[in-house]
């Protein structure tokens, strides 16, 4: 029998808007992966309508509109998880591109935020000589963990791989896209994962708890966990999307320009449960 940890997840939107602007969030688990959604509800202040649709990733998208003047969004969930950190295997190997799974094809080209292309030459010559498979990536993300600086306000939402890698500053989503550059650069299928991480047998972090980003990596027959901005394995990860970058996975899309007064993540244990 498997053992699992109960955590409560979720997060907080209050807007101003001088209209009623129609939105996309993304804050809700994914349903393809090692998590059970005890209980879930949302909360709107106006209550008003909404309904989810699923991506061309798979991803749970809910639609809703922001109204005119101040509103709250509230999603809350109540998950269980696996008590283990993500698995990893030292021996898994890469694949020639003509081995690679067609639907793992989308996952080594260009993207908005991930510039392969750009950094190419600059992968090969970091990483060309590292023995390929599970250590090539972990030393992808080894060097990424040491050349970027956590800092919020260094990088905005029009940041490439190609500008964190010149100016070695950036926030959780910049590591995620500059480790997903050298891999595709070099072959490898790296996709674009975002979600709660929560602080669960480590010891607390000194930042406000935040939405987190890392990556999924094919080699031999199989999705792996890396993590560059924290660079170790983790318990309690909880997938709300994937894609090819940020930019599929934004956890608010909105068809105008509400103003964000604020905004609260929370990923904890669950110690009532």
């Known amino acids: 029998m498997e053992v699992t940890r109960r955590l409560i997840v979720g997060c907080e939107f209050v807007h101003e808007s001088e209209a009623d602007v129609s939105t996309v969030f993304q804050v809700e688990p994914l349903s393809d992966q090692k998590v059970d959604v005890i209980?879930?509800?949302?909360?709107?202040?106006?209550?008003?309508?909404?309904?989810?649709?699923?991506?061309?990733?798979?991803?749970?998208?809910?639609?809703?509109?922001?109204?005119?003047?101040?509103?709250?969004?509230?999603?809350?969930?109540?998950?269980?998880?696996?008590?283990?950190?993500?698995?990893?295997?030292?021996?898994?190997?890469?694949?020639?591109?003509?081995?690679?799974?067609?639907e793992t094809l989308i996952y080594i080209l260009p993207s908005r935020f991930c510039l392969p292309d750009v950094l190419g030459a600059d992968a090969w010559e970091r990483f060309g000589s590292t023995p390929p498979g599970y250590r090539r990536v972990r030393a992808i993300c080894d060097y990424v963990h040491d050349h970027l600086q956590f800092e919020y306000g260094a990088s905005s939402a029009w940041t490439t791989a190609a500008d964190v890698q010149a100016s070695g500053y950036g926030v959780c989503r910049d590591f995620t896209?500059?480790?997903?550059?050298?891999?595709?650069?070099?072959?490898?299928?790296?996709?674009?994962?975002?979600?709660?991480?929560?602080?669960?047998?480590?010891?607390?972090?000194?930042?406000?708890?935040?939405?987190?980003?890392?990556?999924?990596?094919?080699?031999?027959?199989?999705?792996?966990?890396f993590d560059p901005r924290n660079n170790e394995r983790r318990?309690?990860?909880?997938?709300?999307?994937?894609?090819?970058?940020?930019?599929?996975?934004?956890?608010?899309?909105?068809?105008?320009?509400?103003?964000?007064?604020?905004?609260?993540v929370i990923a904890e244990e669950d110690v009532a449960g």
């Open 235 to 264: 318990k309690g990860r909880v997938l709300i999307g994937r894609g090819r970058d940020a930019s599929d996975v934004a956890m608010a899309t909105s068809f105008g320009a509400p103003l964000l007064e604020s905004m609260i």
């Open 177 to 225: 896209h500059l480790a997903i550059s050298f891999c595709r650069a070099l072959n490898i299928p790296a996709r674009y994962v975002f979600g709660y991480l929560p602080e669960i047998d480590i010891p607390p972090l000194e930042l406000p708890m935040d939405f987190a980003a890392w990556m999924e990596v094919y080699l031999g027959d199989r999705w792996w966990t």
């Open 39 to 102: 209980h879930e509800r949302w909360s709107l202040e106006p209550d008003g309508p909404t309904r989810t649709y699923s991506d061309l990733y798979g991803n749970t998208c809910r639609r809703l509109i922001i109204p005119t003047g101040r509103s709250v969004i509230n999603y809350r969930a109540t998950v269980a998880v696996p008590d283990a950190v993500e698995a990893v295997d030292e021996e898994a190997s890469e694949l020639t591109p003509d081995q690679l799974p067609d």
